[in-house]
């Protein structure tokens, strides 16, 4: 049986899309190997500021672990403060997603509160040198974009006011208390400060949640 012409007319566009998919494959090939050289810069940047600290790691080393050459660097990272904090966002929101599970179980505002500074200080306790470093960053330059900790601060604010409204938080200045909290645990968890020579990091974070909870919980009736 003959075909006929409208049967095996082939359109400009079905023309154009058959031409696109060798492009679009070639497209998402070059897209996988940028995503893996990116991935590879930031591993390799992770490494050496854990290794021998931030300040003293150059973009030259940088390069030379990932085996990419300088210049290529620059066009995936413009620069090193920029690996920084790429690294921190990463394992910040892998940290939240993580905590995330647990806190949808805690109930109680104080409670849940308590649960967000004691995430905090896990976080900032892994990774210790990496936080040092931004923090250093961010304090020598007033009006950088902070190191990270403005959800943390808004999480807070939230949960205990939300708190305050059903009886369960003190009548506390609230937001100069979250600051003061979030200051508290962080230079804490670093060993900046006063508590520079700690010896007993665990006591430490159990005692701040002791002190948390007497501040923030209402006065029994």
């Known amino acids: 049986m003959q075909e006929s ?22 497209g998402s090939g070059i897209e996988a190997r940028k995503q893996r050289t990116r991935t590879a810069l ?5 490494t050496l500021f854990a290794s021998q600290g931030y300040e003293a790691t150059t973009m030259q080393e940088i390069a030379t672990q990932a085996e990419i050459g300088l210049g290529t660097v620059y066009g995936y990272v413009p620069s090193k403060e920029e690996m ?4 921190l966002d990463g394992r910040r929101a892998s940290a939240v997603q993580r905590s995330s599970d647990e ?37 020598s330059r007033p009006g950088t974009r902070g190191s990270g900790h ?3 601060y808004l999480a807070l604010v939230t949960q205990l006011e939300r708190g305050r409204q059903r009886g369960e938080v003190a009548p506390i200045p609230l937001e100069t208390t979250v600051k003061a909290l979030l200051s508290t645990y962080t230079w804490a968890a670093l060993r900046l400060g ?5 010896q ?7 005692d701040l949640e002791r002190l948390t909870l007497r501040l923030l919980k209402p006065d029994p009736a």
């Open 84 to 87: 920084l904090r790429t690294i």
């Open 103 to 139: 806190l949808r179980q805690t109930s109680g505002a104080v409670e849940r509160a308590c649960l967000i500074l004691r995430h905090l200080w896990e976080f900032l306790s892994e990774n210790h040198e990496l936080s040092l470093a931004l923090l250093s960053l961010d304090t």
């Open 150 to 152: 403005d959800g943390t």
């Open 200 to 206: 007993n990091p665990v006591q430490v974070l159990d």
């Open 194 to 198: 006063i508590w520079h020579n700690t």
């Open 42 to 46: 930031l591993a390799a940047a992770a």
């Open 5 to 26: 012409p409208q049967a095996t007319q082939v359109t400009p566009l079905a023309r154009r899309a058959a031409g696109d998919g060798p492009r679009q494959a070639a």
